[in-house]
């Protein structure tokens, strides 16, 4: 599903102009961009959460040039689903054998 599928799910679900649903959409998640920009995490009940994590330093490896790298550590952005958003899918979805 993209963002355009998002959008017109639910301006037909609650009857509102595409253009209105879709600039809604982009300011929700330009907001959760902006807030772990800033560190701060987004939770939302019942969704999930948006955090940032912190990946340790490790050391890696250049296979072309068979050389090893440092790489510092760094933060980045995850999302967690919450236990009712995980048991929804593990009820609804089948597992593909």
Do not use: C, W
């Not at 701060?40 to 340790?56: E, M």
């Not at 490896?61 to 999302?79: E, L, V």
Request: proline share 3%; net charge positive; no cysteine.
């Amino acid at each position: 599903m993209t963002k355009a599928d998002i959008v017109a799910k639910i301006s037909d679900k609650l009857g509102i102009e595409k253009g209105d649903v879709q600039a809604t959409v982009e300011t929700f998640m330009e907001e959760v961009k902006t807030s772990l920009e800033s560190g701060d995490n987004v939770y939302l009940r019942g969704f999930g959460s948006f955090i940032v994590k912190t990946r340790a330093e490790k050391t890696g490896r250049n296979i072309s040039k068979n050389t090893t790298i440092k790489i510092p550590a760094h933060n980045i952005p995850a999302f967690k689903p919450a236990k009712v958003f995980v048991e929804g899918v593990k009820s609804s979805v089948e597992v593909e054998a």
